[in-house]
């Protein structure tokens, strides 16, 4: 699988894992004829200081019977060997771009080293082997041990699950793929869903082609949100015409672009639009008659207007000459 389709793939696990509640699971380089699923693919969590979240205790998953646990799969046709292991999950930039690395850390992604794994001595460590058969599943539990201090708002971080071959040529054991699962957690202390939307404004004129619109939106607190931007099109009676919604999944420290374009717009018209953008706790909407007019028409307006002018001029002056002939 391709650099690119990974972090498309990532991404939306991460923005319906985090914003809304389950997401698919993501691979990286998984084997044919190896295939592990790991459910639930997504799992929030609430994080209150010194609290130790295991098995079914009060702020593990409800929706989940394990509680904080993962169950994993072999889809394939052999016995799979893999191990069990958590990272950060760090967003960056207004393209949401994915890294895994402990050098890209941030104050959001301290949950990986608040978790440890079940092995199969059932004690807690920071990585664990298993070995699964074909068409059986493994449920792998972890703890969080949430320190007594923690950053406020928002936390990321995900368990992997990532197959091993012991066919590699120097004997030892060959990593060929991982599946993993996003953690979100949110702190109970110190939570700011806040936001700025700048540069805000749309198409209220032109000459032709789409009508556009756009606005910033600045994530200014320490939990991510989803933005909904609505564009809307009517007629001076009130018949809608077009809408659309653009939704932006906004991360803490980050600002983004948003940009909308009608590219079907009608080639002449007046029209009543409406441009709302929501994002946390602000809000901007305004509605006004936006008008398509292109060079064309204006021109053959002119000349219309032109030619009337004119013949209102000439039979304004044949009426003078009447009236004068009559008082001769």
Known sequence: MSGNIVKAVMALA?????????PGAFAEEQAAGNALELTPSGTRLTLSPGDILEGNAAHCPTENEDGCAITVKNNGSAPMRYKVYTSPYAVKGEDNELSFSEEASTTYTQLYKWITIQNLEGEYVSEAEFYVQPG???????????PDEIPGGSQYAVIWAQMMSDESSGGGIETIGQVGAVLTGRSTEDIRETAVISEYDFTRFTFGGSLHAQATIENTGNVDFMAHSYYTAKTLFGKELYTEEVKTPAYPGTTYHVNFDWEDAPFLGIFSVEWKVQAADAERIESHIVVIMPIIVIIVMVLLLTVLVIWTIIIIRKHKERRARKLV
């Open 136 to 146: 059986e599943k493994q449920v792998v539990r972890y703890r969080v041990v949430v």
């Open 14 to 22: 991460l923005l319906i894992g985090v914003l809304v509640p389950v």
